[in-house]
């Protein structure tokens, strides 16, 4: 059974540095690739990047300087860093296996406030 | 980018109407080996976006066949037959041709 879940801090200060895991099961990080989307409250859904199952990774070009995704395939995990926060980056963050989107996290919600 | 267009519905409509929903792309979404990369979500209120269509007309494993896509490269339609109450929410359409992949606004459903 496919599963993805997101955690990481519900609220982070602005100019700091977000964390999120992606812990999955069901398949191998080395099989199938992952991206990460993020949806600010009452509006639409954002691609931020994806990271393929040979570790290689792709960004959206508006976050790319700020952002890093990476994994550990012993641990089924997959991290989004994302730094110098913004309070525009206040969001659900969500993880998907972007093979054919069929799979979703639960998503996180991330406020970015002082 | 890519930009993704939808279009509106005329809110409420009566369940067990049919209703379709548009979504224009500003590049063509069709690919050298065949497939037309365009999907169709449906994000139900508090929850992760679902996926409904992909490759422009193949309905995902579970979704009802209420649920049909068609199109041609850059012009997209869902097809919802005969709505029901638990087709209540926002549908997404999404390219995912190239980097950035990049969605539609989003096209709100709600019943009578």
């Known amino acids: 059974q496919v599963q993805l879940k997101e955690s990481g801090p519900g609220l982070v200060k602005p100019s700091e540095t977000l964390s999120l895991t992606c812990t999955v099961s069901?398949?191998?990080?080395?099989?199938?690739?992952v991206s990460w989307v993020r949806q600010p409250p009452g509006k639409g859904l954002e691609w931020m990047g994806v990271?393929?199952?040979?570790?290689?990774?792709a960004y959206n070009s508006a976050l790319k300087s700020r952002l890093s995704i990476s994994r550990d395939t012993s641990k089924s995990q997959v991290f989004l860093k994302m730094s110098s926060l913004k309070t525009e980056d206040t969001a659900t963050y969500y993880c998907a296996r972007a093979d054919t989107w069929g799979y979703w996290g639960q998503g996180v919600m991330v406020t970015v406030s002082s | 980018d890519i930009v993704m267009t939808q279009g509106a519905l005329p809110n409420p409509v009566p369940s067990g109407e049919s209703v379709s929903i548009t979504c224009r792309s500003s590049?063509?979404?069709?690919?050298?080996?065949?497939?037309?990369?365009l999907n169709w979500y449906l994000q139900r209120p508090g929850q992760s976006p679902q996926l409904l269509i992909y490759?422009?007309?193949t309905r995902a494993s579970g979704v009802s066949d209420r649920f049909s896509g068609s199109g041609s490269g850059t012009d997209f339609t869902l097809k919802i037959s005969g709505v029901e109450a638990e087709d209540v929410g926002v549908y997404y359409c999404q390219q995912g041709l190239e980097f950035p992949y990049t969605f539609g606004a989003g096209t709100k459903l709600e019943l009578k």
């Open positions: 069901g398949f191998s990080l080395t099989s199938y690739h």
């Open positions: 590049k063509s979404l069709l690919y050298s080996d065949g497939k037309t990369y």
């Open positions: 990271i393929w199952g040979d570790g290689s990774t």
């Open positions: 490759w422009m007309s």
